[in-house]
């Protein structure tokens, strides 16, 4: 098992599959297909939308899935030497090998054997390219237009910190903000506004709002001034700023919606600044503990990791689970503790990898 | 003709010369046309990167010092067709540059012409065709090859003040750096932006706020800018421009850059992108006194002693070598903006002051 599972991880990560590479996406998922060895009609190949896409189903010709498995097989930009999996001290390093070319391995091998041995269980394996931009075209896609549903969704996000089955990750609403000033030349600032301090002046009350943000790893709502460009001419008033700003929301802001309101409150003191573009309003992925997929994943996982740390928990990144919450569909995810995820450092302990096979392993059993 | 018109024809000829920083044919034509207005004078030309500019002694010889220079710059702000076309009425004369700085420089032409040559003190008239691209190639290049003067008077913008306090002008760029991190997890990075803002709060701290016109030191944030274009990242770099101007009661350039480096973080990155100290000239300096005392004269009352809140201008260029020079010009309006006139009331009054100046300096 050992050397399938590590060679199979490492035969992912040497795939350069930079999400905008989309050349190099289509020819792993055609890789994973030959891979497979199973049915056509097993394997669902949507190849033709801007980020392709590939289902595994252990049945023939059925969207209603008892579970949904997922895993995405882009990842985030790196070096070149960083697509050179290296084996060390028990550890493999490169880029997704925690995100998530691991985890999505398990599942891989997991489900080549189901399909081998004829399954009788009605489950599915989705693969998809663009999660790291969002999930549109992939996830998002196959649940809302292709029409997959199921009872249960468990993506394989692996984690960097304690090993746990998220149930919850926080809402996420990214927003950009523009000021107007007037302008007028800097060796005479009184006649002109300044954009640039206006749009700073309304951050800060907007920070307000979220006290806690800087708080490490905490289950609060956090915010973040991403990006920022602002002014003509260095001997100008600026006339225009603008900030791309990213919040990280828990129940306590029910949804996005609730969050533009109070920073539309906030405006009243900053009639000349206004909320642009919504680049993204999501709600929070937030299912139930006593979901009976949840129980019987958190008693596999208990059998190999007795003293779980947390066992279930939450999360402050998003991920495509949330698309299927959405849908309705309780989700969760669930993947192989690794290291330094989205670093040049990137890399999973083995026997963690072989830890999280045997878990999901047990946990199909159950089903 | 009488002279009293003359200026007023010089200046609507000199407009007509379509001398923005773009034409390199109009500066050479415009001071080849000034020279057909002072044939006998001696005069020595320059030229650098393009830029050419003439000197014009009252002598015989053309020397290195003199008692007082003119300095006018000829070159204008780039303009539309029809601001090349000077129009006079109701008491204007509306064009491009009229105001900065042609009205100036035919009095200056006209005044040299007509006193100069009377002179036992050595007066020179410079002028220049890169007056707003900073003087690098025009004044500058002349104070380099070895010009220089007791008292420069340049007809700079002024509103028929005489302007003796110059505020100083620092320009910078300053790039901080953080920590790359998913926007997830602030605590796990180090935003570069919020660094920013840290040191923007503390430098603004440093400047009183300034809400009208006045003899004070001013801050501007001006350009802000990060590389980073995704929104779920902590951005690790980001770049602040400030446009800085001060007076000496306050600061100097050195004394304000070593505040601001104090308050740098170690690994943030500071260009200087334009540095001039501020300098004032003392309300002794008998050609100063000369020209106050002229300009009552000529009008019956006392001219306005005023300070600019350029630091640049070609006086910058020769106070940087100790040189000191005030700035004077008709009254006008507008220059930079599509309606720029000057008073042509004024600037046949400024045409007098500059002749009995002259004549004044013969007995300092």
């Known amino acids: ?367 | 003709m009488n002279p009293k018109d003359s200026v007023l024809e010089l200046t609507k000829d000199l407009v007509r010369f379509r001398t923005e920083c773009t034409n390199i044919e109009a500066r050479k034509e415009i001071l080849a046309f000034v020279d057909t207005i002072l044939p006998t004078f001696t005069s020595k030309k320059f030229e650098f990167n393009n830029y050419p500019s003439s000197l014009y002694s009252n002598g015989t010889t053309m020397p290195n010092k003199f008692a007082v220079i003119l300095n006018a710059h000829l070159d204008v702000a780039l303009g539309t067709s029809d601001q090349f076309i000077p129009v006079e009425k109701e008491g204007k004369i509306y064009g491009r540059g009229v105001e900065d700085m042609k009205a100036a420089a035919a009095a200056m032409i006209l005044a040299f012409k007509e006193v100069a040559p009377t002179l036992k003190t050595p007066v020179g008239l410079q002028l220049v065709t890169d007056g707003n691209s900073g003087g690098q190639n025009g004044t500058n290049y002349q104070i380099e090859q070895g010009i220089t003067g007791d008292f420069i008077l340049a007809g700079e913008p002024s509103s028929f003040n005489i302007s003796t306090k110059f505020k100083g002008d620092l320009r910078i760029w300053v790039t901080f750096s953080g920590r790359k991190s998913h926007s997830a997890y602030p605590w796990g990075g180090d935003n570069a932006i919020l660094k920013m803002n840290t040191f923007l709060n503390k430098i603004l701290g440093m400047f009183a706020e300034v809400k009208r016109d006045s003899w004070k030191s001013t801050i501007a944030p001006t350009i802000i800018s990060t590389p980073n274009q995704q929104m779920n990242l902590i951005p690790d770099s980001a770049t602040l421009a400030l446009d800085i101007r001060i007076v000496p009661e306050e600061y100097s350039v050195h004394t304000l850059l070593g505040k601001i480096k104090a308050l740098l973080p170690t690994d943030t990155k500071l260009e200087i992108y334009y540095q001039s100290d501020p300098f004032v000239v003392s309300e002794n300096n008998p050609y100063l006194m000369k020209l106050k005392n002229v300009a009552k004269q000529v009008t019956n009352k006392d001219i306005n002693i005023s300070y600019s809140n350029w630091g640049g201008g070609d006086i910058t260029n020769y106070s940087k070598k100790g040189i000191v020079g005030i700035e004077f010009s008709p009254f006008g309006h507008g220059h930079h903006t599509d309606n720029e006139w000057v008073s042509t009331k004024s600037v046949e009054v400024y045409y007098e002051i500059l002749k009995n100046f002259l004549l004044s300096i013969d007995s300092i």
């Open chain 1, 1 to 367: 098992m050992n050397t399938i599972l590590v060679q199979l991880t490492k035969d992912l990560v040497a795939m350069p599959t930079v999400t905008e590479h989309i050349e190099e996406n289509r020819k792993a998922l055609e890789w994973i297909m030959e891979y497979m060895d199973v049915p056509q009609n097993q394997l669902h190949y949507y190849k033709d939308t801007k980020h392709p896409s590939l289902v595994i189903t252990t049945l023939p010709h059925t969207k209603k899935i008892d579970m949904i498995f997922h895993g995405h097989i882009d990842v985030i930009p790196a070096s070149a030497d960083e697509f050179i999996p290296r084996e060390e001290n028990g550890m493999i390093y490169g880029r997704g090998t925690t995100d998530m070319k691991g985890g999505l391995a398990a599942l891989i091998i997991l489900f080549k054997t189901l399909i081998q041995k004829k399954t009788n269980k009605n489950l599915a394996l989705m693969i998809t390219t663009d999660e790291e931009i969002g999930g549109w075209h992939g996830t998002k896609y196959l649940l809302d237009e292709i029409g997959y549903t199921a009872n249960f969704f468990l993506t394989a996000e692996g984690c960097s910190l304690a090993h746990k089955i998220v149930t919850k990750a926080k809402g996420m609403l990214m927003l950009y903000m523009e000021a107007t000033g007037i302008p007028g030349h800097s060796a005479r600032s009184w006649l002109g506004e300044n954009a640039i301090e206006k749009a700073f002046a309304t951050y800060k009350d907007i920070t307000r709002l979220f006290p806690e943000s800087d708080k490490k790893n905490y289950w609060h709502t956090t915010i973040n001034l991403s990006t920022i460009v602002g002014g003509e001419a260095l001997n100008s008033v600026p006339r225009y700023a603008k900030m791309g700003i990213d919040i990280r929301f828990t129940e306590e802001w029910k949804t996005g919606d609730t969050i533009l309101e109070a920073i539309k409150a906030v405006l009243k003191k900053h009639p000349d600044v206004k909320i642009g573009q919504i680049y993204v309003n999501d709600a929070m992925l937030h299912t139930d503990e006593k979901n009976v997929y949840v129980h019987k994943l958190h008693t596999s996982f208990k059998k190999y990791v007795p003293n779980p740390l947390t066992g279930i928990g939450f999360a402050h990144a998003t991920s495509d689970a949330r698309y299927a919450a959405w849908k309705g569909i309780p989700a969760i995810e669930f993947g192989p503790k690794g290291e330094h995820a989205h670093s040049h450092r990137e890399s999973i302990l083995i026997s963690e990898l072989e830890k999280y096979y045997f878990i999901m392993d047990d946990f199909i059993t159950s089903l």
